[in-house]
């Protein structure tokens, strides 16, 4: 089946630092890919679709300035937290489609701004 | 309201036990049902999907889904205690690679040795 993979599964940064999470899809090639974000004991929510070549749509709520989306290939999408503060730490995950199958997620990052 | 609903549980069961998780929806528009299984710290993984009313069938887990009543259900035969972690259902308006997908909060599940 389709893998998604995301680097890297843990981060401890420090307040002000930027962060980037990369999400490869392995063995297909993804228009789309998305990012989510999960807080514990909580259902997953949706940050921002992105789109390869093009700019990524953002959600509601969601600051594009400091979640920077980049679909630069049909293989990888990075996410970057700029400035990051402790507000931020969270469990972050991207997904996307494969021929076939339903959506297939990465493994996810945790991040932790101290 | 929100657009799913998932009761989030805690949900014990002995092993062995036929566990039945639920969902519902509000938005007519969904077509393409999901289920996801999520371990602590670990991405969803995905369980069965389906398109269509009626139920699918992989091993030990059926889905069913009720689009008259906007109600889908995941049943797990024989559970195990690796099939203890949280449950997901999940769906969107089609299946394009494109589509958004709406996550319900959840069902933490524990099955008992």
């Known amino acids: 089946g389709a893998v998604v993979s995301q680097h890297p599964s843990w981060v401890i940064c420090k307040s002000g630092t930027s962060v980037k999470i990369e999400c490869r899809s392995l063995d297909f090639q993804a228009t789309t890919m998305f990012w989510y974000r999960q807080f514990p004991k909580q259902s997953l929510m949706l940050m921002a679709t992105?789109?390869?070549?093009?700019?990524?749509?953002?959600e509601q709520g969601v600051e594009k300035d400091k979640f920077l989306i980049n679909h630069a290939s049909l293989t990888l999408s990075t996410l970057t937290v700029t400035s990051a503060h402790p507000e931020d730490s969270s469990f972050y995950i991207c997904?996307?489609?494969?021929?076939?199958?339903?959506?297939?997620f990465g493994s996810g990052t945790r991040l932790t701004v101290v | 309201q929100k657009e799913v609903e998932q009761d989030p549980g805690p949900l014990s069961v002995p092993e062995g036990a036929i566990v039945s998780l639920n969902c519902t929806y509000s938005n007519s528009a969904f077509q393409y049902f999901m289920w996801y299984r999520q371990y602590s710290r670990k991405g969803p993984e995905l369980l069965m999907y389906t398109y269509s009313s009626g139920n699918k069938e992989d091993g030990r887990f059926t889905a069913q889904v009720d689009k008259s009543s906007k109600y889908i259900s995941l049943f797990i035969r024989d559970s195990q205690p690796s099939d203890s972690a949280t449950y997901l259902c999940?769906?969107?308006?089609?299946?394009?690679?494109?589509?958004?997908?709406?996550f319900g909060t959840g069902t933490k599940l524990q099955v008992i040795p």
């Open positions: 999940a769906m969107s308006a089609g299946s394009g690679g494109y589509q958004k997908v709406t």
């Open positions: 992105s789109n390869e070549g093009s700019k990524a749509t953002y």
């Open positions: 997904s996307a489609r494969g021929e076939g199958d339903g959506y297939t």
